[in-house]
Structures are given as C-alpha cells and as structure tokens.
C-alpha cells in the first residue's frame, strides 16, 4: 500500500500519534526514503515540535525539491510567505505545488488557518485549472461567508473529501 495513502488514514482518524509511531518506524527501516523524510517531517509538525519539523523539512526539500510534504511543513511551520517562495520551488508548470488536497488535509486536522493561506496562494499563484477549479467550488456551493468586515472564505463542509470515498470528516478538535 501507498505509504501517503496510510499516514493519510491516521490522520482522517486524527491519531496523529499512530501517524508518528507508524511513519518513524517506516524511516528507521528505510532512512533514503525523501517521501517518509517528508512524512516524518510533517508528523513532528503535528506534535508541535515546528523547528525540528521546519529543518528536516529544508534539509528534504535540499535534496528533493518537490516534496510535498516538506513543502507542506516548512509552508505551515512559518507566517513569511515571499521569503518562501523564492527559496524552494513552489510553483511549477501545473501551477502551485499544495494543491486542493492540502486544503482538505488541513482541514481535516483542524488548521483552519492554513487551509486559507493555501486558498490564497492557489488563488494568487495557481494555474488556470487550479484557479478554474477553486472559482467553481466557490460558486457552486453558494456564497462562502457573509459579508462584512472578515475576509472571504471558502465553506468546506459541502466540497469533496480529497482523501477519496469517506465522507463527513470532522475537522480535528484543538486542545
């Protein structure tokens, strides 16, 4: 099986201590791996240890730029954006690397707050198809929040889950 599709299964059951143990346990056998780098960079993220997340997510993203996982990490572990994106390579020719699943899989752990910053730079950065794509969630659903003073937002209950068939994921509760 899928090593992202198992980590993502801990985290649609929000065990993100069974995340951790089960993506430090898959590094120690394979330590070359740069996906369970990624992974395992992510897990430290999701136990609040962000600087250690934040340099094995460089130290990832030195040797394999794509990595969405790392990118993820050190995209979430860090509020300047500009900086960001002129050090590692978060665009390429199909638009801006976090795509539409990461504004689920944010979602699902409760990261409200990230979920918007990537709404933002698919918005702002993404591809045609991206952009296509965000607009039509976006007027299919209906108005995203009601007007005021608060920024627009996208309402995620009603869009797909990108983690495949399960439905109905409750966002993960904060301490």
Not at 28 to 43: I, V, Y
Not at 141 to 162: A, C, H, I, R, Y
Request: aromatic residues 14%; glycine residues 6%; contains cysteine.
């Amino acid at each position: 099986m899928d090593p992202q599709m198992v980590f993502d299964k801990y985290l649609m059951r929000d065990d993100m201590d069974g995340a951790f143990n089960w993506v430090t346990e898959k590094l120690a056998w394979n330590p070359d791996s740069f996906p369970l780098r990624g992974m395992t960079a992510f897990a430290f993220r999701l136990n609040k240890q962000y600087a250690m997340a934040h340099v094995m997510a460089e130290e990832v993203l030195k040797e394999d730029p794509g990595n969405e996982w790392a990118l993820a990490t050190v995209f979430s572990t860090t509020n300047r954006l500009d900086p960001l994106f002129n050090q590692f390579s978060f665009f390429d020719d199909k638009g801006f690397r976090l795509g539409h699943d990461w504004i689920g899989r944010f979602h699902c752990l409760g990261e409200a707050d990230e979920a918007r910053k990537v709404i933002y730079c698919i918005s702002r950065f993404g591809s045609p198809q991206q952009k296509a794509l965000l607009s039509e969630d976006w007027l299919v659903d209906g108005p995203p929040v009601e007007f005021g003073n608060n920024q627009l937002e996208m309402k995620f209950d009603k869009t797909p889950s990108p983690f495949g068939k399960i439905k109905n994921i409750k966002p993960r509760k904060k301490p």
